[in-house]
């Protein structure tokens, strides 16, 4: 079974940055897709960012591309989101998922099976 667990989120003035860390345990291979999505109030969730562990090939949302950064370190089993000039709508819950894949993160907007419990960004003016 596949765990996640977020940390590094918190309260950062606008224009500010931040870095989350996802630490991964319970799988075996590096077959994995594991992403970063996030939850503002009142709205849907959204995905940031992918990342396929065997090969460290990164895909980001449209919007996401420009601030944000995805990668990892295999010898830690964390997988990181660097966020840059952050906005107050950037606000969020953000969260860590994976999915059991082939070769690439193809899809993996809705194909996520694994979930941690997510960690609260805030972003004031």
């Known amino acids: 079974q596949v765990q996640l667990v977020e940390s590094g989120g918190g309260s950062v003035q606008a224009g500010g940055s931040l870095r989350l860390s996802c630490t991964a345990s319970?799988?075996?291979?590096?077959?994995?897709?594991i992403g970063w999505f996030r939850q503002a109030p009142g709205k849907e969730r959204e995905g940031v960012a992918a990342?396929?562990?065997?090969?460290?090939?990164?895909v980001y949302a449209s919007s996401m591309k420009d601030r944000f950064t995805i990668s990892q370190d295999n010898a830690k089993n964390t997988i990181f989101l660097q966020m840059n000039s952050l906005k107050s709508e950037d606000t969020a819950v953000y969260y860590c998922?994976?999915?059991?894949?082939?070769?690439?993160?193809?899809?993996?907007?809705?194909?996520?099976?694994?979930w941690g419990k997510g960690t609260l960004v805030t972003i004031s003016p």
């Open positions: 998922a994976a999915r059991r894949s082939g070769a690439t993160c193809s899809g993996w907007v809705g194909g996520m099976n694994y």
């Open positions: 319970g799988y075996t291979d590096r077959n994995y897709c």
């Open positions: 990342i396929y562990s065997a090969s460290s090939s990164a």
